[in-house]
């Protein structure tokens, strides 16, 4: 299992997003009781996948450091169209009803098997954020199956904006921290 400061350095190499961004970001979401809280030297605390996702949707959603916490609940909360299933030694695991689960999900599972966020040729997941009317999208591909998840906010009364954002990111940085958390 990774620290704080661990999934801070990952998801900042992961994303070029400069470390003192991610920082702030990690900073914010610790204040909003948005990730493991812990102690210094050996209580420090280790993250989850909840907190790994919870950071990089603040740094891939953020249009600026102080709405991270916001950013979080606005996306996290995300209805999907259709959950994640995972076939797990058979039996069927149903995640990611929420748009926040779904990218802990990924990143619980994705890690096992590094061929496939290592290599795009064989297989690949790629997570989309939209704004400023919070949406979202997780495709993936398989070989020659392909299919995709949309996430979208329950009863939300949408005003039409004009300048839109999309932030993208993949397996690749799915897998590396994944992998971290994980501690493999």
Excluded: C
């Excluded at 400069?18 to 420090?44: S, W, Y």
């Excluded at 839109?164 to 397996?171: A, D, G, L, V």
């Amino acid at each position: 299992m990774a620290s704080p400061k661990e999934l801070v350095a990952a998801i900042a190499r992961e994303t070029g997003v400069p470390e003192g961004t991610v920082i702030q970001h990690d900073r914010n979401l610790a204040l909003a009781e948005l990730r493991t809280m812990g102690g210094r030297g050996r209580a420090v605390a280790r993250v989850t996948f909840e907190d790994a996702a919870n950071l990089l949707i603040a740094v891939a959603g953020s249009r600026n450091v102080k709405d991270s916490a916001k950013t979080v609940r606005d996306y996290g909360s995300l209805a999907a169209s259709d959950p994640l299933v995972f076939d797990d030694d058979g039996k069927e695991v149903r995640r990611g009803e929420t748009f926040g689960d779904a990218v802990a999900a990924l990143l619980e599972a994705v890690p096992g098997d590094r061929d496939s966020y290592r290599d795009p040729e064989h297989g690949s997941v790629d997570v989309y954020l939209y704004g400023p009317n919070p949406s979202a999208r997780i495709e993936w591909r398989v070989g020659d199956r392909f299919d995709r998840i949309d996430y979208s906010a329950r009863n939300s009364s949408r005003t039409f904006a004009d300048l839109q954002f999309i932030s993208k990111f993949t397996q690749v940085t799915i897998g590396f921290v994944g992998e971290l958390v994980a501690g493999d």
